[in-house]
């Protein structure tokens, strides 16, 4: 499945972005969709995920609270929207897709997009 990042931008400490991920396959439904962030000089990282039928979700400690993960498989799109943004939040946002449950480690999703960048200035 080809994955499409879009959404990233510049936003001031305490303020909201909303991502959206657009993928090709019209098998979208089956696909267990996450959001992974990579910061300058760190490792990517897990920030949200969201099964096939939106019941099931997960976040990372860093972002409970404040991050929410939706999807529409009519339209082929996963979202993630961004609350409350601190500067730590910074970096490339990805957006990923596996068959399967989901899983919180970046080895495990075999689509990706090319990354969508959020810079929060303090």
């Known amino acids: 499945v080809q994955l499409q990042a879009s959404g990233g931008g510049l936003v001031q400490a305490g303020g909201s972005l909303r991502l959206s991920c657009a993928a090709s396959a019209r098998t979208f439904f089956n696909y267990t969709m996450g959001w992974f962030r990579q910061a300058p000089g760190r490792e990517r990282e897990f920030v949200a995920a969201?099964?096939?039928?939106?019941?099931?979700?997960s976040y990372a400690d860093s972002v409970k609270g404040r991050f929410t993960i939706s999807r529409d498989n009519a339209k082929n799109t996963v979202y993630l929207q961004m609350n409350s943004l601190k500067p730590e939040d910074t970096a490339v946002y990805y957006c990923a897709a596996r068959i399967g449950s989901i899983q919180l480690g970046s080895r495990y999703y075999n689509s990706w997009g090319q990354g969508t960048l959020v810079t929060v200035s303090s």
């Open positions: 969201i099964g096939r039928s939106a019941d099931m979700k």
